[in-house]
């Protein structure tokens, strides 16, 4: 057997200098990235304005410049994903299910005239860390925490697309927000890694979104519509359909949820005018036996959109045993199917945590509707620990808080599951930024951009108003206390209600529910790893 000579040994020291350069790098990558207009003061610029189509437009300048006309990324055959709740979780499913086809998950024996060797995936807003918006699958055994770029790749993507558009010399009126940057940089990176298949969420709205420079995807897909981000979008329904609706192409099927009477009508409209094929798709009847990835009764009509969506593609891409869209929605699902719905992962979606003898039930939803669907989950977890303290947690920083926390307490008084608990439906309410850590820690460079909100965060002025409105609509009920950071937050929360000396304790001590905002679960979920 030969041997390695000492010429050939590994150092670690210089293991080690790779590591730190690397480090560096991808450091250097997110501070350009922070250098950009962020995705709030992108938006006030186009508040108010009806035709928004010059921004696609400068989208198509871009790609040309990092060296792509829109019709190259035909060959990523992209699903493309709309809505105003579950796109994320629709494109997790997708992207779960896609997964059992990957090529080195062939059953043995199996014909395959066609295969896929590599799967992207790319959603907004991150969670904890930007790395996770572009995600690369090319096995079955590879886990989903595993799938975002690595830091290398990253700062090595940024880095190119930063030096093709100039940016070190660029004004910032002409160059891409933070969003758009990384729309572009996305794109660039399943070019570049030759995916077979790019999972492409929407930002917001559809029809001027920086992902609609997509020029002739596989399948498109609208997830259930509602109210939001009404001053871009409208404050009606129909207006926002008609956002949504724009992803659509002439001869790209697409699937959408049952809607809004005047929503659809609008969707159907668009799909006559855009030579679109659209399908609405009932939720599947082997849905109530399989147990999904992710939590939440409400999931299975975004598993029912996936599956519809994933089963379209596959035939496009030439899989066999796939049937028509109509009879494979009543029929027995495959195997993969099944799979890849139950090992579907979402983090920050209807998440349950236990620790310090506290049950934390995490979600981010930030629109009506969406807090609507939530509440049926989170009574059962209540109803779970009857005698312990309810603890509310929420922040929104962009929206209509207010508005918001009506509705939650409209949905929570009049749920026949509102006398289930003994006591108030929370005992206590706390408000806070989406700040992770205290003032006298360094700032996260992976949140600059997200938490941004063009508010001053030293006077606290939409949290005070969040709690004022609560102690209002709730009479009382629950004791109101407002903080600057999520870590404060927590631990008022764990030191309140909770017994941190004794984790093993039987039960939970208390029922923490903490919404609103995705940064908000974002930060939370990263200070609950490290909460000791």
Known sequence: MASLSLGTQLNPLTQTDGLQSSRRLYHNALHHLNSLRTNFESRQQTIGVQDRSFLLEQMGEWCEEIGYQPADFDVLNAIHIAGSKGKGSTASFVFSILSEYLSDGCDPGEKRPASLKKIGLYTSPHMRSVRERIRIRESQSTAFTDTPLDEKKFAQYSSEIWNRLNLDSRAPSQSPSFAKFLTLMGLHTFMQEKVDTAVVEVGIGGRYDSTNILHQPSVCAITSLGLEHTDLLGSRLEGIAWAKGGIMKKGVPVFTVPQDPGAMAVLEAVAVYEGADLHVVATHPDLESIELGLQGDFQRINASLAVAVAAKHLSRMGFSGIADTT??????????????????????????????????????????????????????????????????????????????????????????????????????????????????????????????????????????????????????????????????????????????????????????????????????????????
């Open 327 to 532: 009879t494979f929605m009543q029929s027995s699902l495959p195997e993969k199917f099944r799979r890849g719905l139950e090992k579907a992962q979402w983090p920050g979606r209807c998440e349950t945590r236990h620790n310090h003898g506290i049950r934390w039930l995490l979600d981010g939803a930030h629109t009506l509707e969406s807090i609507e669907v939530l509440w049926p989950w989170v009574v059962k977890n209540m109803v779970a620990q009857k005698q312990a303290r309810r603890v509310l947690i929420f922040n929104q920083q962009t929206k209509d808080a207010t508005a918001l926390l009506h509705h939650l307490w409209q949905v929570m008084t009049s749920s026949t599951s509102r006398f289930a608990c003994a006591g108030p439906i929370f005992h206590q309410a706390i408000f806070c930024t989406n700040t992770l850590w205290e003032r006298n820690a360094a700032p996260d460079i992976e949140r600059v951009s997200m938490t941004y909100s063009g508010d001053s965060l030293q006077d606290l002025k939409i949290q005070h108003e969040s709690a004022t409105c609560w102690a209002e609509i709730s009479g009382g009920e629950s004791a109101v206390t407002v903080v600057r950071t999520v870590e404060e937050a927590i631990r008022y929360a764990a030191h309140g209600y909770g017994d941190r000396d004794c984790i093993e304790r039987e039960g939970d001590e208390a029922v923490v529910l903490i919404t609103g905002s995705l940064h908000l679960v974002g930060s939370a979920l990263e200070f609950l790893d490290t909460f000791a």
